[in-house]
């Protein structure tokens, strides 16, 4: 069995989404050996920092909240589809050049994994891309940005998702990850009543 | 295969070690339905809140810190043991009544899972038995308790496990989980150079 770590290390000068300095993480100590006989530090963060689950509550005002969430639907099978090539946004036609299929948890592989746009002009999934995904009725999907859209007012893709019980999980890391099928784990931390969690993801490979 | 969670909800009023006012985190709105188009909060907290790992960094100066973490030792094979007649603490003397195999992840389920101690006199493991539990060449140790010790200055218990490149594991909730073997997903959120970082546990049990 092989572990493949597709985490977003969390740290002070990590990307941000759209560069918002309020969304950048703030860690600080709280005790060091200089005063004290333990070094313990805190994390100071917006939910949606690095790798994390959206729950309904995000873009619902009576959505669900983090710990509503079946942990059945973040651990579980999994299929990594190689965008790479797709420019600006992945549409319904390209996700029909893919076999995806009913309850598949998919994990959606683009440039941003392998470049610097993560902050600016990063790919994301369209409208006609999350009508797909619930038609073919997957329970989750996940994408290598910090959003899972960028230039759609209205959180469509969001709404379509999160409005149809798939999971979205972001800020994911898929370089060098090889277009297959997984065991993906990515429960979040149990932050009771809220409305996003960072989770630690990874993918096990059988051998 | 069947999910069980062993996480404690994280919240301002969950408990804290010794109920020390600067451990409570606090979790606050960023955004919200009424003055934006999506709800988000923050999370301001102790990295050791809640179910967590230690890294050797939180009792050692140069010691390694939670990115370096083998994540093969956090999703691994281990054994729920039964110590909740221990009054005070687990010793040697009571891991000796228990089959522990090398390269086990020993859960150690004592009366603090049921009871109001966790902020107060919580059973912890003592330095004779971070001993034996290191002589037995176990992988890790979790307990249901915020802090694997509480009454020893020295931090003997967490300098002989972190010492010997034993996962601490703390703040489990293990009411209603029967001794057995399990499989233990628990890898800790991705903090860089920290000492320590929260993470969702849970144990699989096959059918």
Redesign the interface.
Known sequence: MK?I?I?????HD?PVYKARE?KRPH?SV?SS?SDA????????????T??HIDAP???F?DGGTI?KLD??KV?TRSRVLDFQNAENSISRELLETKTIEKGDFVLLKTKNSASDILEGEFVFLDKSGAEYLKEKEVSGVGIDALGIERSQ?G?ET?KLLLGSGIIILEGLRLDGVSEAEYLL?A??????????A???A?L?QED
């Open positions: 572990i770590d985490s977003m290390p969390v740290s990590m309020e860690i709280q050996f006989s333990v070094y313990e530090s805190r994390i100071d963060m917006n939910m949606h690095g790798t509550m995000h873009i005002e710990e942990l059945s651990i007012p959180h969001h784990l429960a979040p931390v149990l932050f009771k009543g809220a409305e996003a960072p989770a630690r990874v096990i």
